[in-house]
């Protein structure tokens, strides 16, 4: 189950609420393991810089149990766990006669895990009215 809600633009700040209610699939399946059940994710995401040529945005996210038990984003000792913490650069390029956004996002996760990653939206706009697609 995810949520997350938007204060707007005058204090654009982003909470993020992640929650699996039944935990991880292979623990419960497997051996009929439901300890990790409600683990849950939260995350505060807020730009930097915006309407710029790069937009700069920050994030940080932790995880923790609902019910009191470990929860599937940590090491299985504490119940609240820092999950991780970093920012996202973000721009429009255009292709063409195509505008394609580009995103870069590093992340320095406490599980152990510094990554980051490249990645780009593509969306398909439809020629004419939508209700043409259908026929």
Do not use: W
């Not at 209610?21 to 393991?33: D, E, I, K, P, R």
């Not at 409600?38 to 730009?47: L, M, R």
């Not at 650069?89 to 870069?104: E, H, I, L, Q, R």
Request: net charge neutral.
């Amino acid at each position: 189950m995810r949520t997350a809600y938007n204060f707007g633009e005058s204090f654009p700040l982003t909470l993020e609420a992640d929650v699996f209610l039944f935990g991880s699939v292979g623990a419960q399946y497997t051996n009929f393991n439901f300890e990790q059940r409600y683990s849950t994710y939260v995350q505060v995401f807020y730009p930097l810089v915006k309407e710029s040529k790069v937009d700069i945005s920050s994030f940080v996210g932790a995880g923790f149990s609902l019910n009191g038990d470990t929860h599937l984003y940590g090491d299985g000792t504490r119940n609240l766990d820092m999950v991780n913490v970093g920012f996202t650069a973000s721009k429009t390029v255009k292709f063409g006669d195509k505008n394609v956004p580009v995103f870069y996002c590093t992340l320095e996760s406490f599980c152990k895990i510094c990554q980051s990653a490249i990645s780009s939206l593509a969306f398909l706009k439809a020629k004419g009215p939508v209700e043409n697609l259908a026929n």
